[in-house]
Nanobody, 127 residues
């Protein structure tokens, strides 16, 4: 089992940037692919993106492609979500999640692919 703690959320104006972090503990971080999801009020949790265990591959939802970037530092057991050009529709609680295994695949977009979740961090985008 992996324990995950997100941080970095906050309030930003449209067009602004934020970087979220997710610190992992409990198991070898490099054994896990990592995903980011988000959930807005009244909506289902949705996939944002994922990164393979050594960072060589990433996958993004179409809604964030070109604006968001996922990276990881296995020496710090941390995965990051850099969010640029934020829009009001990006406002949500953002969650990181872990899945044992090195590669990302089509299943990475589904919540059921992940075994461990963080508590979430709130992102607000408004003027």
């Amino acid at each position: 089992q992996v324990q995950l703690v997100e941080s970095g959320g906050g309030s930003v104006q449209p067009g602004g940037s934020l970087r979220l972090s997710c610190a992992a503990s409990g198991r070898p971080f490099s054994s896990y692919t990592m995903g980011w999801f988000r959930q807005a009020p009244g909506k289902e949790r949705e996939f944002v993106g994922a990164i393979s265990s050594y960072g060589g591959s990433t996958k993004y939802a179409d809604s964030v492609k070109g604006r968001f970037t996922i990276s990881r530092d296995n020496t710090k057991s941390t995965v990051y979500l850099q969010m640029n050009s934020l829009k009001p529709e990006d406002a949500a609680v953002y969650y990181c999640a872990a899945r044992f295994g090195r590669l990302i695949d089509q299943a990475m977009g589904f919540m059921t692919s992940y075994t461990d979740w963080g508590q979430g961090t709130q992102v607000t985008v408004s003027s």
